[in-house]
Protein backbone atom coordinates (compact mmCIF):
# COMPACT_ATOMS: atom_id res chain seq x y z
CA UNK A 1 0.00 0.00 0.00
CA UNK A 2 1.50 4.00 -0.98
CA UNK A 3 2.28 5.58 1.81
CA UNK A 4 0.75 8.38 1.07
CA UNK A 5 -2.81 6.46 1.64
CA UNK A 6 -3.34 6.51 5.41
CA UNK A 7 -6.22 3.85 6.62
CA UNK A 8 -8.80 5.06 9.03
CA UNK A 9 -10.48 3.13 11.52
CA UNK A 10 -14.02 2.04 10.58
CA UNK A 11 -17.20 3.90 12.25
CA UNK A 12 -20.11 1.19 12.27
CA UNK A 13 -23.05 3.96 13.90
CA UNK A 14 -24.09 4.16 10.56
CA UNK A 15 -23.94 1.07 8.65
CA UNK A 16 -27.38 -0.90 8.71
CA UNK A 17 -27.67 -4.63 9.98
CA UNK A 18 -28.45 -7.41 7.84
CA UNK A 19 -32.01 -7.89 7.42
CA UNK A 20 -33.06 -4.55 7.58
CA UNK A 21 -35.39 -2.96 5.16
CA UNK A 22 -32.06 -0.50 3.93
CA UNK A 23 -30.37 -3.49 2.49
CA UNK A 24 -32.39 -3.65 -0.64
CA UNK A 25 -31.89 -6.66 -3.09
CA UNK A 26 -29.32 -6.74 -5.59
CA UNK A 27 -30.57 -3.85 -8.40
CA UNK A 28 -29.93 -3.24 -12.30
CA UNK A 29 -28.44 -0.26 -10.22
CA UNK A 30 -26.39 -2.30 -8.44
CA UNK A 31 -25.16 -3.94 -11.85
CA UNK A 32 -24.53 -0.69 -13.54
CA UNK A 33 -22.00 0.53 -10.25
CA UNK A 34 -20.76 -2.98 -10.07
CA UNK A 35 -19.38 -2.97 -13.99
CA UNK A 36 -17.75 0.55 -13.44
CA UNK A 37 -16.33 -0.78 -10.29
CA UNK A 38 -14.30 -3.65 -12.36
CA UNK A 39 -13.65 -1.51 -15.24
CA UNK A 40 -11.58 0.33 -13.12
CA UNK A 41 -10.25 -2.79 -11.38
CA UNK A 42 -9.30 -3.70 -14.64
CA UNK A 43 -7.19 0.01 -15.83
CA UNK A 44 -5.38 -0.31 -12.41
CA UNK A 45 -4.76 -4.26 -13.24
CA UNK A 46 -6.28 -4.79 -9.30
CA UNK A 47 -8.95 -6.93 -10.73
CA UNK A 48 -7.90 -10.27 -8.89
CA UNK A 49 -6.45 -8.00 -5.94
CA UNK A 50 -9.87 -6.15 -4.65
CA UNK A 51 -13.47 -7.37 -4.95
CA UNK A 52 -16.81 -6.01 -3.32
CA UNK A 53 -18.87 -7.17 -0.16
CA UNK A 54 -22.38 -5.33 1.00
CA UNK A 55 -21.52 -3.16 4.29
CA UNK A 56 -23.85 -4.10 6.83
CA UNK A 57 -24.11 -5.50 10.54
CA UNK A 58 -24.91 -7.94 12.46
CA UNK A 59 -24.34 -6.12 15.95
CA UNK A 60 -23.20 -3.46 18.02
CA UNK A 61 -19.57 -2.06 18.15
CA UNK A 62 -17.50 -0.25 20.67
CA UNK A 63 -15.68 2.78 19.06
CA UNK A 64 -12.30 1.13 20.81
CA UNK A 65 -12.97 -1.88 18.34
CA UNK A 66 -12.21 -3.14 14.97
CA UNK A 67 -13.23 -6.80 13.57
CA UNK A 68 -10.51 -9.21 12.64
CA UNK A 69 -10.32 -12.61 10.73
CA UNK A 70 -9.41 -15.96 12.36
CA UNK A 71 -8.55 -18.15 9.81
CA UNK A 72 -8.97 -22.03 10.72
CA UNK A 73 -7.44 -23.43 7.51
CA UNK A 74 -7.92 -27.02 8.30
CA UNK A 75 -11.45 -26.71 9.53
CA UNK A 76 -12.09 -24.71 5.89
CA UNK A 77 -13.45 -21.88 9.06
CA UNK A 78 -13.48 -18.12 9.16
CA UNK A 79 -14.41 -16.50 12.11
CA UNK A 80 -14.79 -12.67 12.29
CA UNK A 81 -14.28 -11.39 16.07
CA UNK A 82 -14.69 -7.72 17.40
CA UNK A 83 -11.03 -6.84 19.16
CA UNK A 84 -10.03 -4.13 21.34
CA UNK A 85 -7.89 -2.08 18.81
CA UNK A 86 -5.44 -1.69 21.28
CA UNK A 87 -4.55 -5.57 21.19
CA UNK A 88 -4.08 -5.29 17.61
CA UNK A 89 -0.51 -5.54 16.19
CA UNK A 90 -0.85 -3.30 12.82
CA UNK A 91 2.48 -5.58 11.76
CA UNK A 92 0.66 -8.70 12.67
CA UNK A 93 -2.55 -7.68 10.49
CA UNK A 94 -3.39 -7.65 7.22
CA UNK A 95 -6.59 -5.43 5.85
CA UNK A 96 -8.94 -7.12 4.26
CA UNK A 97 -12.29 -5.00 4.30
CA UNK A 98 -12.30 -0.98 3.49
CA UNK A 99 -15.30 1.77 3.29
CA UNK A 100 -14.91 4.73 1.08
CA UNK A 101 -17.18 7.89 2.83
CA UNK A 102 -18.20 10.69 0.92
CA UNK A 103 -16.60 12.62 3.64
CA UNK A 104 -13.35 11.37 3.37
CA UNK A 105 -10.80 10.83 0.21
CA UNK A 106 -9.48 7.97 2.98
CA UNK A 107 -10.43 4.57 2.88
CA UNK A 108 -11.89 2.76 6.33
CA UNK A 109 -10.76 -0.77 7.49
CA UNK A 110 -13.76 -2.63 8.61
CA UNK A 111 -11.83 -5.88 8.87
CA UNK A 112 -8.24 -7.00 9.45
CA UNK A 113 -7.12 -10.98 9.36
CA UNK A 114 -4.82 -11.55 12.12
CA UNK A 115 -1.12 -13.24 10.50
CA UNK A 116 1.65 -14.82 11.70
CA UNK A 117 5.06 -16.43 10.20
CA UNK A 118 2.99 -19.22 9.13
CA UNK A 119 0.22 -17.25 7.43
CA UNK A 120 -3.04 -16.92 9.49
CA UNK A 121 -3.29 -16.80 13.15
CA UNK A 122 -5.81 -17.80 15.45
CA UNK A 123 -6.91 -21.89 14.61
CA UNK A 124 -4.65 -21.93 12.46
CA UNK A 125 -1.07 -21.63 13.30
CA UNK A 126 2.27 -22.02 11.57
CA UNK A 127 4.18 -24.97 11.24
Given at each position: MSAAIQIQPMQWGDIPYMGSEELDVFTEKDAACFKEI??????HNA????????IHKHFEMAEDEELTELTDAEGRKLTIVPRKKSEIDPASTTPTNWRFTASSEQPMVGCTC?????????????T
Open positions: RDVLIKLDRFGMCLARNSGGHLGCHRG
